[in-house]
DNA sequence: CATGAATGAGAGTTCATTCAT
DNA sequence: AATGAATGAACTCTCATTCAT
């Protein structure tokens, strides 16, 4: 109904999406509410305003992201019918999510590494669906014979350690590459390329005989 | 009146020894020279004194960590002669590491988030080292006609990956299951069975044929 | 949908009502636009429409509440033709005024403690029509001499002094005599024989030979 | 040991002695750290420093005159035998006090005010002990036969009441002078006697027959 | 080597006030 | 008349760091 200012849902979400940016880069700590507000072009208050503190406003910036996460990884399953289909879909969504939204995968080894300091609840609750998502497919998969027993909690680590590794050390690995070209960092392999060996290696380990 | 002070390595040991406590459980930022100090025991002003400032203090405890992990890591390869075993000292040191040092899978994960933003010079080296050392056998292993030609920097990532996230996310896992009990969080799981399926895992998918 | 809206007076009405319950219970500085606007269920714009700002706020509910006592304090006179019943109705109907409005006397002590930093030219004007009258009733009495001299000013602030403090300290006094019993704070007094004694005690003073 | 700076004793003197003014001018709310700290000439850290926060700031401002208050009034008794001579000297100490410490009629009357609201704990425990004082004073006269009964609370507040709003009200009772010359504030009145005047109003309502 | 005192630069948060609708 | 969005100026408090002893 306005133009650009004026708009609370578009305040909104511009701040969000800079502190989404500035908290992935910086930490919580180290990401000020001053950047967070002269980065979205808004007044430092504003942030208080609409989300009364500074753990209000990660925990606003979490949230989207993992009920975004979610969403998808969920959705995802709809479309096939195999145990061993409904893995790979998992395994490929959640890499490409962690791809195009490559902050999260700081924020989430982040959070994890504090245990969850910042936003106790909701992690519980969000880490949680996203696993019993993982859980799920692999009863299935016991179930119609085509998985072996496992220890889902490892492989759910194996699976989102790897990938949120990967995007988040490619900085470092780039430049470890540079200086060291003995070494290979996996600097060019192909995303698609490691999400399918990481799908194979998981696929593996859970193929009965 | 005699307790400790003027004793120059016995300071600079309980401070590297608080700091290290404190920055796992805190974070860099919200870890506070004072409380260090209180914590070890000495002035602040000590801090300084040792390690000139902060970061320099953070440095020095990521070096130590790193340093005795290397050591460790690489010192369990001599005991063995095929690239398998080595494979298997390799994770089993690791995990045994992380598991008795439970502070460094915190600090590790968090600067990988970072990109190495406290320590950069080092950690390129110290993780270069570390993943030298897998590279070596999985390399051996290939020579030997033991293993499948790989993505190491993955096996690499999912192996300290996995065991690092298991570490980290204890007392997360632990109130989870404590919430709801219909779900597995290998709270209970005995490690070195979890390291074992590990070792199974990355072996499983590097066995020729 | 119509509740009050669209309806200056009561709008106001509602303001200048909380504000003086808030200005009494948080003191001036302590009391927020934000709550007087909510506790009224007004937007805390109009606050800003109807008295341009906080000091302007101020002064409407101090207006209000010396505009009050002075008139019913005033008016008491009228229905008395000695000195000394005039004196009692002073001190009675400021009694009764400060137990009925008993935001009233922590208002007050806070402003003359301030030097009527926040009303200025109010205070001045109020307080002096106030003191104006008990002047007035002195000087009849020792007119028609019943009344020996006297410091008018002092007997001011003892009879108001000691009102107003009685007043502001009753939650104070209560909890005091709640913890230690050995003391008489004097909780159970009626104010009616305390505003008798006080009236006695000036009008001894007061008494020729 | 020192000259001026480094010196903690000074240094936190000279915050007290600021802070007392300015709270006694402006109210807590209203008086800044950063105005406390550079009317000390030292740095806004040390207030944290020595007293964690405002409100131990205020504290230690407050324990300072009330224990001063309180020990010249205990004193002062010593010196007296009768019953009449003690309450003389109760209220000429108070007097005098509340004028050599002008700043603290001020505090003190907001405080009563705000019913402790900065410092709960030790209003009641000072207030208490200085009220105690008085009420040993009526309890022996009436004892001795020379003092009738009385409400000591309400005799209390007559006598610092009336005090402590004669010392706050002087500048506001001197412009109310300058600007109307037919009302007496009582502006010219010299202090002693004004106490000499609450003396005998107190000592007149208290004499047998 | 060791300490407590001192500092300066910020960080988060609050709040009176104004603007646009 | 009434509202929610927006702002700017403070304010309290923290913290890495340095100084004097």
Do not use: W
Not at 5 to 23: C, D, V
Not at 100 to 128: C, I, N, Q, T, W
Not at 156 to 178: D, Q, S, W, Y
């Amino acid at each position: 109904m306005a133009k650009a200012t004026r708009n609370a849902e578009a305040t909104k979400a511009k701040i969000i999406q800079n502190a989404m940016l500035l908290f992935a880069k910086n930490g919580y700590d180290a990401a000020t509410a001053d950047e967070i507000a002269k980065a979205s072009g808004v007044n430092k208050a504003m942030i208080f305003y609409y989300y009364k503190n500074k753990a209000g406003l990660y925990s606003a910036v979490m949230s989207d992201l993992f009920d975004a996460i979610y969403k998808e990884v969920g959705d995802s399953r709809k479309c096939c019918n195999s145990a061993t289909a409904e893995l790979r879909a998992f395994i490929e969504t959640y890499s490409s999510y962690a791809q195009k939204h490559s902050y999260f995968p700081a924020l989430l080894l982040r959070e994890l590494s504090d245990s969850g300091a910042h936003v106790p609840e909701m992690m519980f609750a969000s880490m949680r669906r996203l696993f019993a998502l993982l859980n799920d497919i692999l009863r299935k998969g016991e179930k119609e014979g085509v998985f072996k027993h496992s220890i889902p909690m490892v492989l759910h680590f194996m699976i989102i350690g790897t990938l949120n590794l990967l995007v988040t050390t490619e900085p470092l690995r780039r430049k470890a590459a540079e200086e060291d070209s003995t070494i290979d960092t996996c600097i060019e392999c192909p995303m698609d390329e490691i999400t399918e060996y990481i799908f194979t290696t998981i696929k593996t380990t859970l193929e009965v005989k």
